[in-house]
């Protein structure tokens, strides 16, 4: 999942809020709906560059701006699992059982401390390159958790 | 705004397959039945909203905390 460093540039390249990176429209994530507020950013790219870790970036490239820092549920919370709909399932193109990619969005509090939001966890299915934002009807996680590590 | 008046086990059709359904009538609220294909994502409005807030705010408060990063590491000095 890592990519490149930024330092190489390809004949595209992206800007985020923290760097120019280069672009492979090919590893563009597809989000059929979007995200709940996003609904118009269709593709997404996944940026992992080392320094950043254990966060990422996940960031729009299609549709308005939109950049988010997001990080593996299961790292924060090493047992951390979530139920998927057959809704779900259809629209990341997988069956129950098969490796997907789990994504927490992270946000900070008037404090500054940050928090993944392990209620609605974005799955990846790096099969099909399709993804959504799982809104379980119920569950047991926090909308927002506190999170230990902080980005460097 | 469509505004229709439903008894109870009466249903509406949205589009093609999309049923609802009025199951019990109480004096606090009314129980709804949702009958939908599986590929159309069915969600209490409050949890969208609450997702959907909590989706922006995350862009928004990241970005500051991206900016810092990037002025502090540079974008091609190598980090």
């Known amino acids: 999942?890592?990519?490149?460093h930024p330092r190489v540039y390809a004949a595209e390249s992206i800007d985020t809020p923290f760097g120019v990176f280069p672009l492979d429209r090919a590893a563009a994530v597809e989000f059929?709906?979007?995200l709940p507020g996003f609904e118009q950013c269709g593709r997404f790219v996944?940026?992992?560059?080392?320094?950043?870790g254990p966060f990422s970036c996940l960031h729009a490239v299609e549709g308005p701006p939109a950049s988010f820092l997001v990080v593996d549920p299961r790292e924060v919370v090493p047992d951390y699992q979530v139920a998927l709909s057959q809704t779900d399932l259809l629209r990341l193109g997988c069956h129950p059982g098969e490796p997907m990619i789990l994504l927490s969005l992270v946000g900070f509090d008037e404090a500054g401390a940050p928090y993944a939001n392990?209620?609605?966890?974005?799955?990846?299915n790096p099969a099909r390159m399709r993804g959504c934002q799982v809104l379980p009807h119920q569950s047991p996680h926090l909308l927002r958790y506190p999170l230990s590590i902080a980005p460097r | 705004m469509l505004v229709f008046t439903r008894k109870r086990d009466e249903t509406i059709i949205i589009g093609n397959g999309i049923e609802v359904r009025v199951l019990r009538i109480g004096r606090d609220g009314v129980r709804i039945g949702v009958t939908a294909p599986p590929e159309v994502p069915v969600h209490r409005r409050e949890v969208?909203?609450?997702?959907?807030?909590?989706?922006?705010?995350?862009?928004?408060?990241?970005?500051?905390?991206?900016a810092a990063r990037a002025t502090r590491c540079g974008p091609t000095d190598g980090g």
Request: hydrophobic letters at 45%.
């Open chain 1, 46 to 52: 996944l940026l992992a560059p080392e320094e950043l």
């Open chain 1, 118 to 124: 392990l209620r609605a966890p974005i799955a990846i």
């Open chain 1, 1 to 4: 999942m890592s990519l490149p």
């Open chain 1, 32 to 34: 059929p709906s979007g």
């Open chain 2, 48 to 66: 969208y909203d609450l997702i959907r807030e909590e989706n922006r705010r995350a862009a928004d408060s990241a970005a500051p905390v991206h």
